[in-house]
């Protein structure tokens, strides 16, 4: 199936050695620099945290990994079971910690909650529980968000986006396959739709009205080719274009710190400028 | 001749540390015999220093300076830091330093501040290309993106240098099917300039990540045959340790001797014209 994915747009193939092992090194670096040795992950049972997950696991070993699963009653069974084949397979110590006691307490408040709200609430109450583990064991909460997702904005804001590392977050969904498959992930992890699980029947590509294969391809010239419009057009349909420049533009904010409106001389992020590894 | 290339991972503004970390690849190239041992750019502070750029910049007087000068006893070093200049200007330098005395600084000309990088933010931009004379024979440093436009090595060429040495913080960027296109860009530009040349090509490369940025390394020597005669590995600190023989600079240019047959003063002669006629074409 991956090989017939990237058989279409194989201007997105990577090297997958290298790229394994930039990853993995880095990504040890950045943890252990900031201090820690562990990292927690969210593990859903779809493709992107278990790319995370395996990756954590090679760059930090599984006794350094902790996975956390945070079902909610209408998350599918299936998710359940796959995050487990991924638990099984790395034998990382992990966690199953059910939310919806916490979601329905709140939203018993706002019984006609739509499931946007429901499912951004979901995000962010799995993002509190990350955060506090991650206190507990001492370990950094690793992000498991796609280039793709978070150039549409596909995700929820201080919810699954949040994370101290994100070591996917330069790879298009489509990339994410190929690692996926390359390091072993679990087949049906690999072959399923992907879905934010949020509520019943949720499908990714259903909800965005285009499949990965085709945005990844887009995004790819537009953003990595710079092509201009006028060139995208002879590529994609214009009412695509539209509606995938629109997310991106739209959902700028979900990329960024949150603004900080100006007084001093050295504003945070403006003019007071430093890494986060600086001093370390 | 035995170089070394000092394939380290510096820690981001610290200094202190990096000190250190230049003294134990010193000793550990000294034990091996190295005579000249060369550290990456800005192997005293990282790389994405931003706003610290103001607060790790020395004086070339600075003790941290003057000890590393000082340890250049039985072998030559060559080492990156942000240099304050008495007018306090800050440079992106590198400073060569023999018999316990500093031989030749070099100021990074060409500050990138494009796309990922942001130098020309912070550093002046050096005024001279100039080779200079070593106890093995005429030499010319260049800092990273210095090398990438193709009249610094002609003029260190011009100006007598048989070996040209970068100091470099390449990040690895642009992975693709087979490879990531820094390493090869890098990797073809130093063969050709070496073989155009006819130089000793001397690459160090840093390791390390800073906020997700990883420096690749892959330090080289290619010789003045343009042939590649030694990398270092992909992401990890090292000490590389090579011998050259500076005699291939006499064959290569014997063989194909294009700086023989080069035309400097055409070239000023045309320099000149294009220079002025731009200038006084104006907006045209």
Same mark, same amino acid.
């Given at each position: 199936?991956?090989?017939? $994915?990237?058989?279409?747009?194989?201007?997105?193939?990577? %090297?997958?050695?290298?790229?394994?092992?930039?990853?993995? =090194?880095?990504?040890?670096?950045?943890?252990?620099?900031?201090?820690?040795?562990? &990292?927690?992950?969210?593990?859903?049972?779809?493709?992107?945290?278990?790319?995370?997950?395996?990756?954590?696991?090679?760059?930090?070993?599984?006794?350094?990994?902790?996975?956390?699963?945070?079902?909610?009653?209408?998350?599918?069974?299936?998710? @359940?079971?796959?995050?487990?084949?991924?638990?099984?397979?790395?034998? &990382?110590?992990?966690?199953?910690?059910?939310?919806? #006691?916490?979601?329905?307490?709140?939203?018993? *408040?706002?019984?006609?909650?739509?499931?946007?709200?429901?499912?951004?609430?979901?995000?962010?109450?799995?993002?509190?529980?990350?955060?506090?583990?991650?206190?507990?064991?001492?370990?950094?909460?690793?992000?498991?968000?796609?280039?793709?997702?978070?150039?549409?904005?596909?995700?929820?804001?201080?919810? %699954?986006?949040?994370?101290?590392?994100?070591?996917?977050?330069?790879?298009?969904?489509?990339?994410?396959?190929? @690692?996926?498959?390359?390091?072993?992930?679990?087949?049906?992890?690999?072959?399923?739709?992907?879905?934010?699980? !949020?509520?019943?029947?949720?499908?990714?590509?259903?909800?965005?009205?285009?499949?990965?294969?085709?945005?990844?391809?887009? @995004?790819?010239?537009?953003? /990595?080719?710079?092509?201009?419009?006028?060139?995208?057009?002879?590529?994609?349909?214009?009412?695509?274009?539209?509606? &995938?420049?629109?997310?991106?533009?739209?959902?700028?904010?979900?990329?960024?710190?949150?603004?900080?409106?100006?007084?001093?001389?050295?504003?945070?992020?403006?003019?007071?400028?430093?890494?986060? /590894?600086?001093?370390? | 001749?035995?170089?070394?290339?000092?394939?380290?991972?510096?820690?981001?503004?610290?200094? %202190?540390?990096? $000190?250190?970390?230049?003294?134990?690849?010193?000793?550990?190239? *000294?034990?091996?015999?190295?005579?000249?041992?060369?550290?990456?750019?800005?192997?005293?502070?990282?790389?994405?220093?931003? /706003?610290?750029?103001? #607060?790790?910049?020395?004086?070339?007087?600075?003790?941290?300076?003057?000890?590393?000068?000082?340890?250049?006893?039985? +072998?030559?070093?060559?080492?990156?830091?942000?240099?304050?200049?008495?007018?306090?200007?800050?440079?992106?330098?590198?400073?060569?330093?023999?018999?316990?005395?500093?031989?030749?600084?070099?100021?990074?000309?060409? @500050?990138?501040?494009?796309?990922?990088?942001?130098?020309?933010?912070?550093?002046?931009?050096?005024?001279?290309?100039?080779?200079?004379?070593? *106890?093995?024979?005429?030499?010319?440093?260049?800092?990273?993106?210095?090398?990438?436009? =193709?009249?610094?090595?002609?003029?260190?060429?011009?100006?007598?240098?048989? &070996?040209?040495?970068? !100091?470099?913080?390449?990040?690895?960027?642009?992975?693709?099917?087979?490879?990531?296109?820094?390493?090869?860009?890098?990797? *073809?530009?130093?063969?050709?300039?070496?073989?155009?040349?006819?130089?000793?090509?001397?690459?160090?490369?840093?390791?390390?990540?800073?906020?997700?940025?990883?420096?690749?390394?892959?330090?080289?020597?290619?010789?003045?045959?343009? =042939?590649?005669?030694?990398?270092?590995? +992909?992401?990890?600190?090292?000490?590389?340790?090579?011998?050259?023989?500076?005699?291939?600079?006499?064959?290569?240019?014997?063989?194909?001797?294009?700086?023989?047959?080069?035309?400097?003063?055409?070239?000023?002669?045309?320099?000149?014209?294009?220079?002025?006629?731009?200038?006084?074409?104006?907006?045209?």
């Amino acid at each position: 199936m991956v090989e017939q $994915l990237l058989a279409q747009v194989p201007f997105l193939r990577l %090297d997958e050695k290298l790229v394994t092992e930039l990853l993995t =090194t880095s990504l040890r670096e950045e943890v252990e620099k900031a201090g820690f040795q562990r &990292v927690v992950i969210g593990l859903s049972g779809g493709l992107d945290s278990a790319l995370s997950l395996y990756l954590a696991v090679r760059a930090l070993g599984a006794e350094n990994v902790i996975a956390v699963r945070m079902p909610y009653r209408t998350s599918s069974p299936a998710s @359940l079971a796959d995050a487990q084949l991924a638990i099984d397979d790395t034998k &990382v110590q992990s966690y199953t910690i059910e939310i919806t #006691e916490q979601v329905d307490a709140y939203f018993a *408040r706002f019984p006609q909650a739509t499931v946007l709200r429901r499912g951004n609430k979901m995000a962010r109450e799995r993002m509190s529980i990350l955060y506090d583990l991650s206190a507990y064991h001492q370990a950094l909460v690793i992000g498991t968000s796609n280039r793709t997702e978070l150039l549409l904005g596909y995700g929820t804001q201080f919810g %699954d986006s949040a994370s101290a590392i994100n070591p996917i977050g330069d790879l298009y969904k489509t990339q994410v396959w190929q @690692l996926a498959a390359y390091l072993g992930v679990p087949e049906p992890i690999i072959t399923k739709p992907p879905s934010a699980d !949020l509520w019943e029947n949720q499908t990714d590509e259903a909800e965005l009205g285009f499949s990965y294969q085709e945005v990844d391809a887009f @995004l790819y010239y537009w953003v /990595d080719q710079q092509y201009t419009k006028d060139q995208l057009r002879t590529l994609f349909p214009a009412p695509f274009i539209e509606k &995938v420049m629109k997310r991106v533009v739209q959902n700028r904010y979900k990329r960024t710190m949150p603004v900080i409106l100006k007084v001093s001389n050295r504003t945070i992020g403006q003019d007071y400028r430093y890494l986060r /590894d600086a001093g370390l | 001749m035995r170089i070394g290339l000092a394939q380290i991972k510096p820690h981001l503004g610290r200094v %202190d540390k990096n $000190l250190e970390l230049h003294i134990r690849f010193i000793e550990e190239a *000294r034990d091996q015999g190295v005579e000249l041992l060369v550290f990456p750019e800005l192997s005293l502070t990282g790389y994405g220093l931003l /706003d610290l750029t103001y #607060e790790v910049a020395k004086k070339i007087e600075a003790a941290e300076i003057q000890t590393l000068v000082k340890e250049a006893k039985e +072998l030559d070093l060559l080492f990156g830091f942000v240099e304050h200049s008495p007018e306090h200007l800050l440079y992106n330098s590198a400073l060569y330093a023999s018999k316990q005395e500093i031989k030749y600084l070099h100021r990074k000309v060409y @500050l990138p501040t494009y796309g990922m990088f942001d130098e020309g933010r912070y550093f002046a931009s050096g005024q001279t290309i100039r080779s200079f004379a070593t *106890r093995f024979g005429q030499m010319g440093t260049l800092v990273c993106e210095d090398i990438w436009h =193709t009249s610094s090595p002609y003029l260190l060429v011009q100006d007598g240098a048989e &070996v040209i040495i970068v !100091l470099s913080n390449s990040p690895a960027k642009g992975l693709k099917e087979t490879g990531m296109s820094t390493q090869e860009n890098w990797y *073809r530009l130093l063969q050709t300039q070496a073989q155009l040349n006819g130089v000793y090509l001397l690459f160090a490369n840093r390791v390390g990540v800073e906020d997700g940025t990883t420096f690749f390394g892959g330090s080289a020597v290619v010789t003045p045959f343009g =042939t590649i005669q030694k990398t270092a590995s +992909l992401f990890k600190e090292e000490l590389v340790v090579v011998d050259i023989d500076l005699d291939l600079v006499r064959k290569a240019r014997f063989q194909m001797p294009l700086l023989r047959d080069e035309k400097m003063e055409l070239v000023i002669r045309e320099l000149e014209r294009i220079s002025r006629q731009r200038s006084e074409r104006g907006w045209k």
